[in-house]
């Protein structure tokens, strides 16, 4: 890397100062880009939310039904043939009826609900819920059990058992309990919080449900690293410099915490998405007839036997998903490690 | 499993056969000290029925509950006990033309009713034992009347009300008499009952299980996990709410009447709780069970059709669903907002979401197919109204709907519809919804346990607009049906017990059914008309949206033979042949 | 010492206390949720709902009911069920233990052993197409909810491939205690051990991976790299105790609510008696002593493994115990 300018110069000919090096983020930033894998996952996540977000397009225009009305007595055109959405089952003593499987069409792609909805609109709409309530309440649980975590563990004594005990309430309350207790409360008036009104199909109150459901499970890994931290050198180094505590937290400790963080975020998501569907189905957040991943999944748990599609469709989508963020958060995490750069620069 | 099980209750009969003649010497000793009661000898067994033998192998998801029989009110436990206890009149076990009106069971003949319908006088038959040992006599029944209300039976006051000091019995339970109300005399075996008020329905509840006979030394509080002794040809032995029941023969039975309590064929009967549907479709394909209680899943009704057919039983239950329209609360205040939802919703779909014309039927009226005074009659639908009702619901009419909604003024109201968590609930309530939407209302659907839904609906505090429920009739009775529904009597402010939902309470139609009741005691077919008449009226006034009404669909095992199937009792467990 | 175990004691009856007057409160506060109607039976006359309220103590004022019921649950042990009355849910819990227990400790060690032997391979391989393969594999088991899972499973091995030498040696659903026949508890339990293990695999397989990697870094490490040291065996024996420090908490966490009865849609679609099972029931009936009884059941495993799993600590990273 140094230039052999000792022989160019000379004798005292000023010598042109090497380029400043990059600065940690942009050198992470140009890390992240060249991670093949990372960009890939990238731009399928960017794909799936645009796909989500033209839902209505394509429910309007392209497979031209409605998602949210049920439809079990119509029919629809294929081939030029009238088809019914559900079909007679076909026994001698004509019990039952199956919704059409996947058609292969712009109509139906991939076939009907029990409800006989087109389960590829469904999708999409469900997309936007799903994604956006599984987000939130991944980042609200992460920052909750960051800041839980790291103070029980760097300060310890008590308010790392306050901390610790709270955890434990948490972890150990019947939350089914309490959804259906919150079910039934905001059944014809929301919930009244002081001046605020909270209906029941409000997404906030899946979100902070599902936060704080896996509070817990985040912060105690992380309080059990910031344990270990506490006494790594560079931290012992920095009290001795008389670094206020909050320095050393935000830029010591928080840092090494990051792995974590990074890798628990993706499964929060995974957990969240699927959490959804138990919260959903006690009318609490997604109201039906309005989609999510989760409740589609659950439609699709009476169809098993006969249309497994309209189960499977949903969580290959979360499996896509799911996927797709752990490989750009191995990126990230590749990316900012502060130790690996080190290694790679040496 | 089933060889294990089979073995743990081989292993107990053999135990019983040899301490038999030593326990019966106890027993005989025992009963002749206490209450003078002649010596008990086990019944001599009477030669098997051919065919009889082996264990019947049952299977049901929820549990058991309570198997107190004057209190149990799960359709379940009642399937279960009928085979275990008796009344005084009870429902003939065949079915076919003859099988409605009840006949006698523990007594010689069905009374007549005297004074108007003021008394009731039976003769208990002679040589009915308990499983236990003991003689059924007068005190028994006495002494189990008064129990129904010592026990808090939900039905004590509903059915039982009518007889002469059931008041004080209701006011102070734990020191219930009847005095006047059940008169005994031990010589005659006679029992006479005097009601205060005539009951068009007292046979009826006569052979209503809560008014089951048991031993007058059973304690008066609900008995819970412990059944106690019956006169059935079945007794139970042991009760896991959450895991299984047994029952084993009742050795001190004999038939006494075939058609009113035949003997059972299998030789032990038992029911493990906890499987869900569908695994017990799979389960009783692998001949791992013999019957289930509950209905086949949706998505195994193709399967099951086809490919086992024959196991397949498929019934008329007095069962269907209905939402309930407050009558109190707009928008539903508004007749004409009630008819047009009437008018408007699709029956046909609703006849999908429970597997199609083969299990289901739309209903347009509220009295179901099968209840006597039932006049298939449809005042909502296309080309019909309340003056000139169809005969059968044909297709909806959301021209006349969106019609009536403009001229009540309504149109744009937010309404909430409270519906079960149950799979098939939650798609009527979807298909409630959209309908609504259709004809200009702004509509949700709110979901709840159905456990819960139930009481809630009920409550006049919680301010419900549209409640969707079912309704299973306890015995075939128009006016059980109809008052205990749409009464004025029926409407309990701010309780959860208030069946009357839509809090309907028209002093006109009031009057029609009590018209129709009192002509029940003189002149049958005329009081069925009456009926039919008062079920049209309420119909013209739509305190509810009538869906469908449902048939069940069990599989059985391939071994299971002698299925007899009867409107009251469904499947007669007891006698399912196996072997 | 004592001291140490005397105060984690005292913490755990607060939390006890505090969690149960929760359950108690959300329980009450909810409308609808008021038994005596329910208990009464359908269409019950009021002078019946009026002698159940009476009799169950429902008119009672709240505290006095919450002492009632706790004397009940934890110093007379006779706490009766409202649905299934005269069934006292101390001696139900205890019979549904066993197979909870069972269900749950024969997942857990399949999980652990799996999401160990994956996380590490994927570690040591790290950016091969192992690597990524094997994490594809465990995040396919999160997205997969269990009841979907279990559905399946029975759909595979009860119904469809019954018959096939595959599956014909499966049992049907339920549960064989293992003083019956050890070979029938096995067998009937190996299914449900898969389906509950799969979602947990990919979790904690994913994260030991993280921490292995993150771990390559460590001073500790590279001094042992330096040592000379085979890469499995810095792997393994330095790598791995230090790394698990995150895999044990939530193995701690994990645990403590499955066996508490967390397990609730597994036993459910299995058909095991399990405590899951009974709370499934509990909630579905809003049937308040046996939620409770549940609840403190889970409560007390859940303060228990987290006392463990601090203890474990030490043992992992020698760091935490300087800290201390």
């Given amino acids: 890397m140094t230039a052999d300018c000792s022989s160019a110069s000379g004798t005292g000919v000023p010598v042109p100062a090497p380029a400043r090096p990059a600065g940690p983020w942009r050198k992470a930033g140009r890390t992240l880009l060249r991670n093949r894998s990372a960009m890939a996952a990238l731009g399928v996540l960017v794909c799936m939310t645009i796909a989500c977000l033209l839902a209505p397009l394509y429910a309007h225009d392209v497979a031209r039904v409605d998602p949210f009305t049920s439809n079990v007595a119509g029919s629809i055109m294929l081939d030029g043939h009238e088809v019914d959405i559900m079909q007679p089952n076909d026994n001698p003593l004509h019990l039952g009826l199956s919704p059409i499987g996947p058609t292969g069409h712009a109509a139906y792609l991939l076939g009907a609900d029990s409800q006989g909805r087109d389960v590829a609109a469904r999708l999409l709409y469900g997309g936007r819920n799903s994604l956006l309530i599984s987000a939130c309440a991944a980042v609200l649980c992460l920052l909750l059990a960051a800041t839980a975590g790291i103070a029980a563990g760097f300060f310890g004594g008590l308010v790392d058992t306050v901390l610790s005990r709270l955890m434990d309430i948490m972890w150990a309350v019947p939350v089914y309990l309490f959804a259906i207790s919150l079910s039934i409360v905001t059944v014809s008036q929301g919930l009244k919080l002081g001046p605020f009104v909270i209906e029941a199909d409000n997404l906030l109150i899946p979100i902070v449900i599902i936060a704080l459901v896996y509070v817990p499970y985040a912060a105690r890994p992380i309080r059990g690293r910031v344990l270990a931290l506490r006494q790594a050198e560079f931290v012992t180094a920095a009290r001795c410099l008389g670094v206020p505590r909050w320095r050393i937290v935000l830029f010591d400790i928080l840092p090494n915490v990051m792995t974590t963080l990074v890798v628990l975020g993706p499964l929060l998501m995974a957990l969240a998405l699927l959490a959804e569907s138990a919260l959903s189905f006690l009318s609490i957040g997604v109201q039906a007839p309005a989609a999510s991943w989760g409740t589609i999944i659950q439609d699709g748990e009476g169809l098993i036997y006969t249309r497994p599609m309209v189960a499977v469709a949903p969580g290959l989508a979360i499996v896509i998903v799911v996927l797709a963020l752990n490989i750009l958060g191995d990126g990230l995490r590749d990316a900012l490690d502060v130790r690996d750069a080190a290694r790679r620069s040496s | 499993m089933g060889k294990e099980y089979g073995s743990r209750l081989g292993a107990h009969g053999r135990i019983r056969r040899v301490g038999k003649t030593t326990l019966c010497a106890i027993m005989s000793i025992m009963l002749l000290a206490s209450n003078g009661v002649d010596v008990a000898s086990a019944a001599p067994a009477s030669a098997p029925l051919p065919h009889s033998g082996g264990t019947l192998r049952l299977t049901a998801q929820s549990s058991g509950g309570t198997l107190d029989p004057q209190v149990a009110y799960m359709s379940l436990t009642r399937q279960i006990e009928t085979p275990v206890y008796d009344t005084l009149l009870a429902y003939p076990k065949f079915s076919g033309p003859g099988a409605l009106p009840v006949i006698a069971n523990l007594v010689e003949q069905v009374p007549t009713p005297e004074e108007g319908g003021l008394t009731y006088r039976l003769t208990l038959r002679k040589g009915i034992r308990f499983s236990n040992g003991q003689a059924l006599g007068v005190e028994d029944v006495a002494a189990s009347f008064r129990r129904v209300f010592k026990v808090g039976s939900p039905t004590a006051g509903p059915y039982y009300s009518h007889i002469v000091g059931a008041d004080a019995c209701l006011k102070d339970p734990a020191h219930c008499t009847l005095t006047g109300g059940v008169e005994t005399d031990a010589t005659t075996r006679s029992v006479v009952f005097h009601l205060s008020t005539p009951d068009p329905d007292f046979l009826e509840h006569l052979a209503w299980g809560h008014a089951a006979i048991l031993p007058a030394s059973t304690p008066a509080h609900d008995m819970g996990n412990s059944a106690p002794p019956g006169t059935g040809p079945y007794r139970i032995t042991a009760y896991d709410p959450t895991q299984y029941l047994e029952m084993e023969r009742n050795p001190y039975f004999q038939e006494w009447a075939h058609e009113a309590q035949p003997a059972g064929y299998p030789d032990h009967i038992r029911l493990t709780f906890g499987l869900e549907p569908e695994s017990e479709v799979t389960a009783i394909e692998n001949n791992q069970y013999d019957w289930m209680y509950e209905d086949v899943p949706l998505d195994r009704l193709g399967e099951v059709g086809s490919h086992y057919a024959a196991q397949v039983q498929l019934y008329t239950l007095l069962l269907y669903y209905y939402a309930a329209l407050n009558t109190t609360l707009p928008p539903f205040n508004s007749l004409k907002a009630r008819q047009a939802l009437n008018y408007a919703v699709n029956r046909h779909a609703m006849v999908i979401y429970h597997g199609g014309p083969a299990v289901a039927v739309p209903l347009c009226q509220l009295l179901p197919e099968g209840a006597p005074a039932h006049q298939s009659s449809c005042a909502y639908t296309k080309g019909a109204s309340p003056e000139h009702p169809a005969a059968r619901w044909q297709a909806p009419d959301l021209e006349t709907a969106r019609r009536l909604v403009r001229e009540s003024g309504t149109a744009g109201q937010k309404v909430t519809i409270v519906a079960p968590l149950d799979g098939r609930y939650g798609s009527m309530a979807m298909e409630l919804r959209s309908t609504l939407a259709a004809i200009g209302y702004d509509a949700v659907v709110r979901s709840m346990t159905q456990t819960v839904q139930f009481p809630y609906v009920q409550n006049s505090d919680n301010h419900v607009q549209v409640a969707l429920t079912g309704w299973q009739a306890d015995y075939p009775s128009a006016g059980g049906i109809l008052h205990t529904l749409y009464s004025c009597e029926s409407i309990h402010p701010h309780s959860d017990n208030s069946l009357n939902m839509s809090a309907f309470c028209d002093p006109a139609i009031e009057d029609q059914m009590q018209h129709a009741a009192a002509l029940a005691l003189t002149d049958k077919p005329a009081s069925a008309q009456a009926w039919a008449a008062v079920d049209r009226a309420l119909m013209a006034q739509a305190p509810a949206v009538p869906l469908v009404q449902i048939k069940r669909v069990t599989l059985l095992s391939k071994r299971a033979r002698n299925v007899i199937v009867t409107l009251n009792d469904e499947i007669l467990l007891s006698q399912l042949q196996i072997q | ?324």
Wanted: proline share 5%; glycine share 8%.
């Fill in chain 3, 1 to 324: 010492m004592i001291t140490a175990l005397l105060r984690r004691l005292g913490q755990t009856v607060f939390v006890l206390f505090g969690i149960s007057a929760l359950v108690f409160c959300v329980f009450f506060a909810t409308p609808g949720a008021d038994p005596t109607a329910r208990i009464a039976g359908r269409n019950a006359s009021p002078q019946t709902m009026e002698k159940v309220r009476k009799e169950y103590g429902f008119d009672r004022p709240l505290p006095v009911q919450y002492a009632t019921m706790m004397k009940k649950l934890f110093i007379t042990r006779d706490l009766a069920s409202y649905v299934d009355r005269g069934e006292l849910v101390v001696p139900e819990i205890a019979r549904a233990a066993p197979v909870t227990v069972s269900l749950v400790c024969g997942a857990a060690l399949i999980w652990v052993v799996a999401s160990i032997a994956m996380g590490t391979l994927a570690a040591a391989m790290k950016g091969s197409w192992v690597d990524r393969g094997l994490m594809m594999l465990g995040l396919i088991g999160i997205s997969m909810p269990v009841f979907w899972l279990g559905q399946v499973a029975n759909l595979i091995t009860q119904s469809r491939y019954h018959d096939t030498w595959l599956f014909s040696w499966v049992p049907g659903l339920g549960y064989v205690p293992f003083t019956e026949s050890p070979l029938g508890w096995f067998k009937a339990l190996v299914i449900p051990w898969v389906v509950l293990a799969v979602m947990f695999i990919g979790i904690y397989s994913r994260v030991l991976r993280a921490d292995l990697v993150a771990l390559a870094g460590e001073d500790f490490m590279r001094t042992a790299r330096a040592k000379g040291l085979s890469p499995t065996r810095v792997l393994l024996r330095h790598g791995l105790r230090t790394s698990m420090v995150t895999f044990v908490s939530l193995f701690g966490l994990d645990f403590a609510q499955l066996v508490g009865g967390g397990a609730l849609l597994t036993e459910v679609v299995f058909g095991l008696p399990g405590v899951g099972r009974l709370t499934y029931q509990a909630l579905t009936n809003l049937d308040l002593p046996l939620i409770m009884a549940t609840v403190m059941y889970s409560a007390v495993f859940v303060v228990l493994a987290n006392a463990v799993v601090d203890s474990v600590y030490l043992l992992l990273d020698p760091r935490v115990r300087d800290a201390r």
